[in-house]
Structure formats: structure tokens, C-alpha cells
């Protein structure tokens, strides 16, 4: 005799259903890492270096410092954690690697002629607590990084990417909690997708190319002057400017081996200075960008 299910229920089965291959496709989702608040501690400075995988950083309303969930067991990947207490600040240091690692040239045979070795699905999910001033040291090698700092409070911001993909945003609009003294990214032959940076509240950023590819989106307006400060080897760098109400001033070393592409907005009033009609020396919450170029390409664009 066949079984009739009705609407609500058979909505259930197969929800089930798709959890449970969900499941058998990624691995069960267990805690690998955790660091519990200690009320010693009002500030925390993590270290963490992932060579390969897939890394993801997300605010928590936990109190705790760190807790890091894997659909990977502890034992399929090498790792070094280490937590000590330096007066009230809680030094995390965490290494991350898969044993299974993909090569330079293996990422550049997948990604230009479709090689059946496809990117690891492994994950990491690092997640920080909402209540405690941070500093981040971050360093990816191979594979992606989504890094969302929304509601955080972020003192001190420094990532560096090899071949890496990195994605940093504030996902739901909340900015950061405190004023940022550096925000520094340096990619080599990755790429870095830099959205709603002065959501940060940063003093100074840094940013220095490589071989790879960097985008920079300014587009939010800017509550304090931000100092911009940038390399370019011979890789490519896209900066999104904020409202035209906003003061923006460029200075740029370049070379005969580069290529500049300039907003409409930015127009020449020096020897490789470029500003736009709302600047003045004494303009306030004003974007000042010092770029050096050598063999790369700059490209700024307008809002929309």
C-alpha cells in the first residue's frame, strides 16, 4: 500500500532530507578551538595563518574570545595553538593546514584549464566576540578567506595574502565599535575585495600589491580623515570614491611602465596631485591617498 503524506509533513521529510545530505557532503560541523573569556583580559591581539582551505570570520554575541568550528576532525590537518596572558591583553596564536595542500601551480591549472584537482570544500569558521577590542593579524596562503567585521572592535587590522582570495566587508552595516589605527592588506598574487572600509574608522590604511589584484570601496562617507597610503608593483588597484560632497586628494609616484585611470572627479591642481572640487588644505573628514606605481595599473571610479 503506498504511503500519502500530507503538505506540512512531506515539506518536513524533505527538509530532513536535504539537511541530511547536506551533511553527508560537508562533514559534521564540530568545535576545534575555543578561548573563554578571563576577566584578566580587556584586550585581545589573534594571530592566525591559514596556508590552505577556506576561512570564514564572523562577529559573536559569545563572550568568548575565540571559538573556531571545522567540518574537518582535529586529527586531518596540522595545526600549532597557543593562549598567553600578557598583563590584560590575551595573546592567540593559531596556525592552520591542511594536509592535502594545492600548489601555486595546481591553482593556476584549476583556474585556467578546468583540472578535475577542484578546491578543497574543508572550512574553517572563526568566530569573535562582540565585547572585546581586538588586534588581527591575518595570513592566508592558498584558498578563500571571508572576513566580516561587522560590530566589532577592531584597534589594529593587518592581512597579508599570497595566492589567497579575501573578502573583507561589514555585512550588516554595523561599523566598527572603536577608531582603527592601521588597516593594512598586502596581497602578492591573490585578490582582496575591500568593501565599506571606512566603516573601519581608520586612521591610516595601507595597501600594497603585488602581482595580484586589490579593490578598495571608499563609497561610504567617512566620519573621520582618512589617510591612504599605497603600493603597486605590477599587479592592479580599483579604488571606489565616496559622494562628490566628500574632499578627496591624490598624490601619485608613477613611471612611465604604469597606467593611471582617473575619475572625472579628480582633476590636476599640482606635479602628480589630483583632488576633486570639495578639497581644500583645511577640508575636514577629507580622503588624502599617497599611491606609488611602478609597473601596475590604478583605476578610480565615481559613485554612481
Keep these: 500500500m503506498a504511503l500519502k503524506l500530507k503538505g506540512s509533513v512531506l515539506k518536513t521529510v524533505l527538509i530532513w532530507i536535504g539537511i541530511g545530505a547536506h551533511l553527508v557532503s560537508w562533514g559534521q560541523i564540530k568545535k576545534q578551538f575555543s578561548v573563554e573569556k578571563d576577566e584578566v583580559c580587556n584586550k585581545v591581539n589573534l594571530s592566525l595563518k591559514a596556508k590552505t582551505g577556506n576561512c570564514f570570520i564572523r562577529p559573536s554575541q559569545s563572550s568568548d574570545f575565540l571559538n573556531i568550528y571545522s567540518n574537518q576532525d582535529l586529527e586531518q590537518y596540522s595545526h600549532s595553538f597557543s593562549n598567553e596572558i600578557k598583563g590584560t591583553t590575551s595573546m592567540i596564536k593559531l596556525a592552520l593546514e591542511q594536509e592535502s595542500q594545492r600548489g601555486v601551480g595546481k591553482k593556476i591549472s584549476y583556474q585556467v584549464f578546468g583540472s578535475d584537482d577542484r578546491p578543497s570544500e574543508k572550512f574553517w569558521k572563526v568566530y569573535l566576540t562582540v565585547n572585546t577590542p581586538y588586534s588581527l593579524n591575518l595570513d592566508y596562503g592558498l584558498g578563500n578567506a571571508n572576513i566580516d567585521l561587522s560590530g566589532l572592535s577592531v584597534e589594529k587590522l593587518k592581512i597579508n595574502t599570497g595566492s589567497a582570495d579575501v573578502n573583507i566587508t561589514y555585512g550588516t552595516g554595523i561599523e566598527n565599535k572603536v577608531t582603527m589605527d592601521t588597516f593594512f592588506i598586502k596581497v602578492d598574487m591573490g585578490t582582496v575585495n575591500a568593501q565599506h572600509i571606512n566603516m573601519a574608522k581608520s586612521k591610516v590604511v595601507v595597501a600594497n600589491v603585488g602581482f595580484g589584484n586589490m579593490y578598495l ?80 595599473k590604478i583605476i578610480f571610479k565615481d559613485s554612481n
Design 217 to 296: 570601496d571608499f563609497s561610504d562617507k567617512p566620519t573621520t580623515s582618512n589617510h591612504i597610503i599605497g603600493s603597486v608593483g605590477a599587479g592592479n588597484l580599483t579604488i571606489q570614491l565616496p559622494d562628490d560632497e566628500v574632499p578627496v586628494v591624490v598624490k601619485i609616484n608613477d613611471s612611465w611602465l604604469c597606467s593611471l585611470n582617473l575619475s572625472k572627479s579628480l582633476k590636476k591642481v599640482g606635479n602628480n596631485k589630483f583632488a576633486n572640487a570639495s578639497y581644500s588644505k583645511n577640508a575636514k573628514n577629507a580622503l588624502n591617498f599617497d599611491l606609488d606605481v611602478s609597473m601596475g
